[in-house]
C-alpha cells in the first residue's frame, strides 16, 4: 500500500505565499515522478508541475516564475512553493507521484488534496 499525504494548504491573499509538501509513505521501491495537480470549481484537473526522474521539471505557463517544485528523495517528499499567488490560483491542490512498488509493479497515486484560497 501507498499513501500521499498532502499538507499546507489555506487562506492567503493576493501577492501571499504558501508552501505545499507532500509525503509518500508505504511499500515503496523507487518514485519516478511527483507533481502537483489543481482543480478549481467547475473546471477540469490541470497540471501545475512535475519532477520527473528527479531532474526532468515541467510547470504550467500559468504558474512560471511564481512557482517552484522541489523533491526530497531521503524523504519522499516533494514540495510546491507559491509566491505572488493569484485568486485565480484558488484551487484543490493534489499531489501525484508514479511508485514502483517493492514487487517492481507501477502505479500512479493521488493525494487527498489540500484546499487554496487566494482571496481579496
Known amino acids: 500500500q501507498v499513501q500521499l499525504v498532502e499538507t499546507g494548504g489555506g487562506l492567503v491573499q493576493p501577492g501571499g505565499s504558501l508552501r505545499l509538501s507532500c509525503v509518500a509513505s508505504?511499500?515503496?521501491?523507487?518514485?519516478?515522478?511527483m507533481g502537483w495537480y489543481r482543480q478549481a470549481p467547475g473546471k477540469q484537473r490541470e497540471l501545475v508541475a512535475i519532477i520527473i526522474s528527479g531532474t526532468n521539471i515541467n510547470y504550467a505557463d500559468s504558474v512560471k516564475g511564481r512557482f517552484t517544485i522541489s523533491r526530497d528523495n531521503a524523504k519522499n517528499t516533494v514540495y510546491l512553493q507559491m509566491n505572488s499567488l493569484k485568486p485565480e490560483d484558488t484551487a484543490v491542490y493534489y499531489c501525484n507521484a508514479g511508485i514502483v512498488g517493492l514487487g517492481l509493479n507501477e502505479g500512479d497515486y493521488w493525494g487527498q488534496g489540500t484546499q487554496v484560497t487566494v482571496f481579496s
Open positions: 508505504g511499500t515503496i521501491f523507487s518514485i519516478y515522478a
